[in-house]
């Protein structure tokens, strides 16, 4: 999956200014997908080139001009046949491409007490990201009225339950690892 899918996605709802589709997109997808501000306007620049989105400046005379994107009938139709393609879609949940699990499978190289400290901070950083995981149903319930079909936010409910076990999953395997390394070190003292 790229940015530019989930920005389609969120205009298949409605039209969106850029600075509204920056908001959205990090009150709900940021937490599986990054986007900085500056490769979301880069990438709707892209998707006006490639005819699936159109923009309308509106004019202000207090504020800035605002720009507004819509999806067009092209822009849709690639959105909808992303969605539905089935190629790679479970592959790419279960690939595993994780910096930090390479410099772990090695540091048997450095003191433990690096190790460990490595640990503690993604444990830190998983106890973070779940009270930032917080305000995704209050977010899911502010933007719910974009969608026709309000049932259709149950689908991020979806996302959001599973972001709360992926996190969670983390920062026990993290505790585990912490516990192993207490008994691999009592161990060698024995000795």
């Known amino acids: 999956m790229s940015l530019k ?11 969106m200014s850029g600075y ?7 009150d709900s997808l940021a937490f599986f997908w990054r986007g900085q501000t500056s490769q979301i306007y880069r990438e709707l620049g892209a998707m006006e080139k ?15 001009n605002k720009k507004w994107y819509s999806l067009t009938p092209d822009g849709k139709k690639e959105f909808m046949n992303w969605l539905a393609s089935p190629e790679g ?7 595993v491409r994780s910096p930090f699990l390479m410099r772990l499978f090695f540091s048997g190289e450095l003191p433990p007490e690096h190790t460990a400290a ?20 209050e977010n899911a319930d502010k933007y719910q009225n974009m969608v026709a079909n309000p049932e259709r936010a149950g689908y991020w ?12 999953a983390i920062a ?6 912490l516990l192993l390394m207490k008994k691999q070190a009592g ?5």
Request: net charge positive; aromatic share 10%; proline share 2%.
């Open 20 to 26: 509204d589709l920056d908001k959205v997109f990090k």
């Open 50 to 64: 490639s005819g699936w989105i159109t923009s309308e400046i509106e004019f202000q005379t207090d504020k800035p």
């Open 172 to 177: 026990q395997w993290a505790d585990s690892m």
């Open 5 to 15: 899918y989930g920005l389609l996605g969120l205009l298949n709802y409605g039209k």
């Open 118 to 137: 490595m640990l503690q901070d993604v444990r830190a950083s998983c106890t973070k990201a779940l009270e930032n995981m917080r305000i995704v149903p």
């Open 89 to 95: 879609a479970v592959e790419d949940m279960l690939h």
């Open 187 to 191: 161990t060698r003292k024995k000795k």
């Open 157 to 168: 409910r979806m996302v959001m339950l599973f972001g709360e076990s992926y996190y969670q």
